[in-house]
């Protein structure tokens, strides 16, 4: 709470910059100040120990952050080259007949390893128009997945993390 008040004494808030108002909360579900909080606009909420010290560097215990994810249904249609040693960069997505972004996070190396020899049995030329800068491994049929954003900024996802084919 000291750490707060030094930061509100401190710094200009103004036109790129807001600080959020800190809140006590000692009444209500933390569901309950979830839903307030997406209502309100913001994107969640992250719950500290009050008393707890800062610790530089460290994820501790004592701060938890939970924010809103869609999980969105998508095709994908290929796959980035990587820059390092793992099998690929990111899987290429297609929605609703449009290049819908990249996902890049989500899975482990083995994951990757499996999932290049699977897009490997399904290669076909691209249906949809891709953007020059992206860095193309391979393209695919569309091959139905799912994915979790923050929310569609646009028309691209924000923040996507691999979640799985669908096979249903």
């Known amino acids: 709470m000291q750490r707060k008040k030094i930061l509100l004494d401190t710094v200009n808030q103004g036109e790129h910059l807001r600080i959020i108002p800190f809140k006590v909360v000692t009444t209500g579900t933390v569901k309950d100040h979830f839903e307030k909080s997406l209502k309100d606009g913001y994107e969640g909420v992250i719950l500290k120990n009050a008393s707890s010290k800062y610790e530089s560097g460290k994820r501790s215990d004592n701060w938890l952050k939970i924010k809103r ?84 900024a646009g028309d691209k996802p924000r923040a996507p993390v691999w979640v799985r084919f669908r096979w249903d």
């Not at 040693?85 to 297609?94: R, T, V, Y």
């Not at 491994?137 to 994915?147: D, K, V, Y």
Request: charged residues 30%.
């Open 69 to 152: 994810t869609e999980t969105i249904d998508v095709n994908v249609v290929g796959a980035t080259r990587s820059t390092g040693s793992i099998a690929f960069g990111a899987l290429i997505l297609e929605k609703d007949g449009q290049y819908f972004g990249k996902v890049g996070t989500g899975f482990s190396d083995r994951d990757r390893k499996e999932i290049l020899d699977f897009l490997e049995k399904n290669r076909e030329e691209s249906s949809i128009s891709l953007p020059g800068d992206v860095d193309v491994l391979l393209t695919t049929r569309p091959l139905p997945a799912e994915i979790k954003a923050n929310e569609i």
